[in-house]
């Protein structure tokens, strides 16, 4: 496996939650992490509580501008760029007979388009280190929930991107994985104004038995599995499952 020791990491959505924590994980080992997100002083608190070794700056990854932005930073920051880990997104619910034109497409757009085009523009970077891309996915694409469809779909969008791009960037030594996370307390329910705080831990201690290991997760067990993607050289195209055993559909009598 790779060394992740001097790697150069550019991790988007990460003010809070999965992000910051793979922030936090990698730099902890030796990487040079830049982080990216909309709300500077979230980033900022971020960086700074990680130390030097991160580099924190505001951006939207929807705009073209700031994705050329955020990557120009990390290159600078870690002398070249080794990995992308696109982590940002948003939660978007709504009743079947309900939908909105416009949500569903600022949905993709957040969700999916944005982390396209930020790949595209980095393969060639990432092609002279052999280096890698990993999305975030989800275990909605293995667990139905009622009413989460725009989420859900998105991110089975992510993950069938994840096989065609590995196809294809294979031939430039660029591997391209999926994790797919179970629950994992974050930002991202209070951020869509889905839940009130109250509401978001009564609903991770609802969902906590649906897990096969009887818990949510954290984000530093996402980070692991990240870090394994990335420093991995044989693997490519997989969507990993790290989600407590949520997607085996058991249930706890």
């Given at each position: 496996?790779?060394?992740?020791?001097?790697?150069?990491?550019?991790?988007?959505?990460?003010?809070?939650?999965i992000?910051?924590?793979?922030?936090?994980?990698?730099?902890?080992?030796?990487?040079?992490?830049?982080?990216?997100?909309?709300?500077?002083?979230?980033?900022q608190?971020?960086?700074?509580?990680?130390?030097?070794?991160?580099?924190?700056?505001?951006?939207?990854?929807?705009?073209?501008?700031?994705?050329?932005?955020?990557?120009?930073?990390?290159?600078?920051?870690?002398?070249?760029?080794?990995?992308?880990?696109?982590?940002?997104?948003?939660?978007?619910?709504?009743?079947?007979?309900?939908?909105?034109?416009?949500?569903?497409?600022?949905?993709?757009?957040?969700?999916?388009?944005?982390?396209?085009?930020?790949?595209?523009?980095?393969?060639?970077?990432?092609?002279?280190?052999q280096?890698?891309?990993?999305?975030?996915?989800?275990?909605?694409?293995?667990?139905?929930?009622?009413?989460?469809?725009?989420?859900?779909?998105?991110?089975?969008?992510?993950?069938?991107?994840?096989?065609?791009?590995?196809?294809?960037?294979?031939?430039?030594?660029?591997?391209?994985?999926?994790?797919?996370?179970?629950?994992?307390?974050?930002?991202?329910?209070l951020?869509?104004?889905?839940?009130?705080?109250?509401?978001?831990?009564?609903?991770?201690?609802?969902?906590?038995?649906?897990?096969?290991?009887?818990?949510?997760?954290?984000?530093?067990?996402?980070?692991?599995?990240v870090?394994?993607?990335?420093?991995?050289e044989?693997?490519?195209?997989?969507?990993?499952?790290?989600?407590?055993?949520?997607?085996?559909?058991?249930?706890?009598?």
């Amino acid at each position: 496996m790779r060394e992740l020791k001097d790697m150069s990491v550019l991790v988007t959505g990460g003010g809070s939650g999965i992000g910051a924590g793979i922030a936090r994980y990698l730099a902890g080992r030796g990487a040079r992490v830049t982080i990216s997100g909309r709300r500077q002083e979230k980033i900022q608190a971020v960086a700074n509580s990680i130390g030097p070794a991160c580099l924190g700056i505001a951006g939207d990854v929807t705009v073209d501008a700031d994705r050329h932005r955020m990557l120009e930073a990390a290159i600078a920051h870690g002398g070249k760029l080794d990995a992308l880990v696109n982590n940002a997104a948003n939660m978007y619910r709504q009743a079947v007979g309900e939908y909105t034109e416009a949500l569903l497409k600022e949905a993709f757009d957040t969700n999916v388009i944005s982390a396209m085009m930020l790949s595209s523009i980095a393969v060639p970077h990432l092609e002279k280190t052999q280096g890698s891309i990993v999305f975030i996915g989800s275990t909605h694409t293995r667990r139905a929930f009622p009413g989460a469809s725009p989420y859900a779909t998105t991110k089975a969008a992510v993950e069938g991107l994840t096989r065609v791009m590995a196809a294809e960037l294979g031939r430039k030594l660029i591997r391209v994985g999926c994790i797919l996370p179970g629950a994992v307390s974050t930002e991202l329910n209070l951020r869509a104004g889905l839940f009130t705080a109250p509401q978001a831990t009564e609903r991770y201690a609802a969902v906590a038995p649906l897990h096969a290991l009887g818990r949510i997760g954290t984000e530093t067990e996402i980070a692991e599995a990240v870090e394994y993607l990335i420093r991995a050289e044989w693997v490519t195209g997989v969507a990993l499952e790290v989600d407590g055993g949520i997607a085996l559909g058991v249930s706890q009598f």
